[in-house]
């Protein structure tokens, strides 16, 4: 292999030999535990159900404490996942989680179609708008106004058959942050998350300005053919409604005993708030840790082995046999001609499907890999044809073969050219590396996102992670002019 090429994989293998064994190399291994382990899918940015600690960074909340419990009385093991609301549901269906622990409000659809525990929670819902907004204040006023909502949640489906045009968000922070600008004209929420939103940020910008129906029901949501454990669930709740732990973990959020109908009025004394450059300074150092520990070494790898596989390609591009023409075209087609994040999804929810059950970090590898071959490899064949035809004719009558010529005259004049749009390809990639997020890579920032839900400080944190982007693609383009003067003398 020529040593320009060797050069420009050896330094994006070497960023990735630095950084990459923190992402890959396992913990400890845990004591023996003959305890079935059950996988927990929370969101992590729902407060008081489930949020991350500010000091601690531990996962807590309502549900949390609820789902340890029950974990105690059925004899299981705890692992926890937090995702996107919206992908929870896919986790599920997937078997990449076993169970959502995430006021999954009882309806007929859901029960249709998974095993739904016993209730442990009773709410409301409440409508909230703008703090000036006077017009609406029932669900009949909802017909023709915009409401943000996750699209998979319960109080989505409330709104739109309301007649509300929903606009998708992530969760109720995001919803309220819209409200607060104006940019929609209502949500629809549980008055429990709701007042403890208030109650956190100090908001004056938005109120409760109605009831969203009658009283709802949320369970513990499994498979439907997870009944043994959807069983051992229910005979754990039970048990715990009998001794008074759930009146006791509820009181302790609420002030009233929310595991059963009527049992008070549910208060939300939200959380201590801080301001933006105290969330700023506490979230630094996790946000960084995540840069170092995935974004990163997820560049880097996918970026390598994406060379590689668009080089392959490109060469079947250029071959003169349709079996290798028409495969590589498919391929370039297919991956250029559909998103990105779908691609994900694909790799990482759909593939269990079929048997193929990728670990989070390892599925979002394989997906940016072939991401960045579809496009880099139309980069290096275009270079491969900018080389002049002299070049190679000038080979052959020295006696090169066809692997030499390549080797020696062509992909060190080709790599010179393909520098500057690849070293593109690989900062679009640095960027797009926010995507694996939605399938549970917690990297940089998936971090941001969680911290800023919990504290509502979205443009401090948002800015800080866009810092940190900025400096990893500035330290890239720096790289990028000193390999381009160093690959210069094979083009003069």
Request: glycine fraction near 6%.
């Amino acid at each position: 292999m020529p040593r320009p090429i060797r050069a420009l994989l050896a330094l994006a293998a070497l960023l990735g030999s630095l950084v990459a064994g923190g992402a890959l190399t396992a913990g400890p291994a845990a004591a023996a535990d003959d305890r079935p382990v059950v996988t927990v899918g929370s969101e992590g940015t729902y407060p008081p159900f489930t949020f991350r600690d500010p000091d601690t960074d531990d996962l807590t909340g309502y549900d949390i404490d609820v789902i340890k419990a029950v974990a105690k009385k059925a004899g299981w093991r705890l692992t926890f996942v937090d995702a996107p609301f919206d992908s929870l549901f896919a986790a599920l269906d997937s078997r990449r989680i076993d169970v959502i622990a995430n006021q999954i409000s009882i309806n007929p659809e859901r029960q249709a179609k998974y095993g739904l525990s016993d209730p442990y929670t009773y709410s409301r819902g409440v409508i909230v708008t703008p703090t000036d907004t006077d017009d609406i204040t029932s669900l009949g006023d909802l017909k023709g106004r915009t409401s943000a909502q996750s699209t998979t949640s319960n109080w989505a489906e409330v709104a739109e058959k309301a007649g509300a045009r929903i606009e998708a968000v992530d969760g109720f922070a995001q919803a309220a942050k819209l409200l607060e600008q104006g940019r929609v004209d209502a949500a629809v929420n549980d008055n429990i998350a709701v007042l403890d939103y208030l109650a956190t940020s100090g908001s004056k910008k938005i109120k409760i300005a109605g009831e969203a129906g009658e009283s709802t029901q949320q369970a513990l949501t499994f498979r439907k053919a997870d009944s043994e454990r959807l069983a051992e669930a229910n005979k754990a709740l039970e048990e715990l409604r009998d001794d008074g732990t759930l009146k006791r973990i509820s009181e302790g959020y609420f002030k009233a005993d929310v595991s059963i109908e009527d049992g008070g009025e549910a208060q939300a004394s939200g959380r201590a708030g801080r301001n933006g450059l105290d969330v700023a300074k506490d979230q630094a150092g996790p946000m960084l840790k995540a840069l170092v520990k995935a974004t990163i070494p997820l560049a880097a790898i996918s970026f390598v082995l994406g060379l590689v596989l668009a080089l392959l390609v490109a060469l079947a591009r250029i071959a003169r046999s349709r079996w290798l023409t028409v495969p590589a075209g498919v391929f370039i087609s297919i991956i250029r001609g559909t998103p990105l994040l779908v691609q994900l999804f694909i790799v990482f929810f759909a593939l269990p499907a079929i048997g193929l059950t990728l670990p989070p970090f390892v599925a979002a590898v394989i997906a940016f890999t072939l991401n960045v071959a579809g496009y880099a490899a139309e980069i290096i064949r275009s270079a491969i044809l900018a080389v002049p035809r002299g070049q190679t004719e000038a080979a052959r009558t020295i006696g090169l073969d066809y692997r030499q010529t390549l080797r020696r005259v062509v992909l060190p004049q080709a790599l010179r050219t393909a520098v500057p749009p690849l070293s593109n390809t690989l900062l679009s990639l640095v960027k797009d590396t926010s995507l694996a997020s939605t399938i549970f890579v917690t990297e940089l920032f998936r971090v941001t996102k969680t911290a800023a839900d919990e504290s509502t400080e979205y443009l401090t944190l948002y800015v800080v992670a866009a810092f940190y982007f900025w400096v990893v693609c500035w330290l890239l383009s720096l790289a990028q002019k000193r390999l381009e003067t160093r690959l210069d003398r094979y083009v003069r």
